[in-house]
């Protein structure tokens, strides 16, 4: 079981930055690849980024690609979610998931560990 816990999400202008930190529980945190969804109003969940179980394989969806950057520290149960240059359309509910494997993936089935979400909202 593994309980994860966002922060870090706000209100920023459009160009500015955020950093979202999601903590995880869990002595076996390391063993999951680990995934950054949001959702929209009105709009179904997205992927955002994924990474691997040691961090050394990272995914982007196209819109954020140059822009967000994944990373996590497994002796601190933290993953990030570095976040420049936004944008009015990055403005959504960011969710922490996890997978249960090992490799990085951007299926939204793949990740069965959800937590409650943190809102970024973006003003143009």
């Known amino acids: 079981q593994v309980q994860l816990v966002e922060s870090g999400g706000g209100l920023v202008r459009a160009g500015g930055s955020l950093r979202l930190s999601c903590a995880a529980s869990?002595?076996?945190?390391?063993?999951?690849?680990m995934g950054w969804f949001r959702q929209a109003p009105g709009k179904e969940r997205e992927f955002v980024a994924g990474?691997?179980?040691?961090?050394?394989?990272?995914v982007y969806r196209d819109s954020v690609k140059g822009r967000f950057t994944i990373s996590r520290d497994n002796a601190r149960n933290r993953v990030y979610l570095n976040m420049n240059s936004l944008k009015p359309e990055d403005t959504a509910v960011y969710y922490c998931?996890?997978?249960?494997?090992?490799?990085?993936?951007?299926?939204?089935?793949?990740?069965?560990?959800w937590g409650q979400g943190t809102r970024v909202t973006v003003s143009s």
């Open positions: 998931a996890a997978a249960q494997r090992t490799s990085v993936t951007n299926g939204l089935d793949d990740y069965i560990y």
């Open positions: 869990g002595r076996t945190f390391s063993t999951y690849a």
């Open positions: 990474i691997s179980w040691s961090g050394g394989s990272t």
